[in-house]
T-cell receptor, first 115, second 113 residues
Framework: DAKTTQPTSMDCAEGRAANLPCNHS???????VYWYRQIHSQGPQYIIH???NNETNEMASLIITEDRKSSTLILPHATLRDTAVYYC????????????????FGKGTHLIIQP | DSGVTQTPKHLITATGQRVTLRCSPR?????VYWYQQSLDQGLQFLIQ???????AKGNILERFSAQQFPDLHSELNLSSLELGDSALYFC????????????FGPGTRLTVT
């Protein structure tokens, strides 16, 4: 799986959009970008994933650059409950012959939502 | 609530002992994954089972073993425990093999004294 790089920590004001960047310059064509978050010592929570196109669900939006070397997770209206460590993961999909291994979590970004 | 359950929530035991952690996946999920999270190592993948068969191994020590039963619940066995095995142990499940949308349980906090 490709290595990802994220800032160690970020602050965001409550009610504003939180934009979390991730660099994955060595990502291969059949690797998806996944985002998970972990709220203090709870189990990680799946947020969203994408390959090339931008994706949106009820939790967040994922913007992937055209060259796929970086992406941004957007939480449109951050609340205090969004304070967590956010992990960006590049992972092969099963159809590409990968995806059988577990996820490789890095250190992530500690997002702190300020009241 | 992810639908994945883990027991016990907390476990305190002594060095050299053996413990068993239990996980029940979400209804309909066939894959179970085990992860270890310690302060110095972060979140690390240990092992995956799919429909009762071992599918993939990560950084799992030889002192650790796991299995998945016909009802799809899984157990992680940790033996000859050392102080360094103190960690949070998470179980995750997914619908099929190689599915990266994994749903994590609340974890078991193991303290070895």
């Amino acid at each position: 799986d490709a290595k990802t790089t994220q800032p160690t920590s970020m602050d965001c004001a409550e009610g504003r959009a939180a934009n979390l960047p991730c660099n994955h310059s060595t990502i291969s064509g059949n690797e998806y970008v996944y985002w998970y978050r972990q709220i203090h010592s709870q189990g990680p929570q799946y947020i969203i994933h994408g390959l090339k196109n931008n994706e949106t669900n009820e939790m967040a939006s994922l913007i992937i650059t055209e060259d796929r070397k970086s992406s941004t997770l957007i939480l449109p209206h951050a609340t205090l409950r969004d304070t967590a460590v956010y992990y960006c993961i590049a992972a092969l999909i099963w159809e590409s012959g990968g995806g059988a291994d577990g996820l490789t979590f890095g250190k992530g970004t500690h997002l702190i939502i300020q009241p | 609530d992810s639908g994945v359950t883990q027991t016990p929530k907390h476990l305190i035991t002594a060095t050299g002992q053996r413990v068993t952690l239990r996980c029940s996946p979400r209804s309909g999920d066939l894959s179970v994954y085990w992860y270890q999270q310690s302060l110095d190592q972060g979140l690390q993948f240990l092992i995956q089972y799919y429909n009762g068969e071992e599918r993939a191994k990560g950084n799992i020590l030889e002192r650790f073993s796991a299995q998945q039963f016909p009802d799809l619940h899984s157990e992680l066995n940790l033996s000859s425990l050392e102080l360094g095995d103190s960690a949070l142990y998470f179980c995750a499940s997914s619908v099929g093999v190689g599915m990266n949308e994994q749903y994590f349980g609340p974890g078991t906090r193991l303290t070895v004294t």
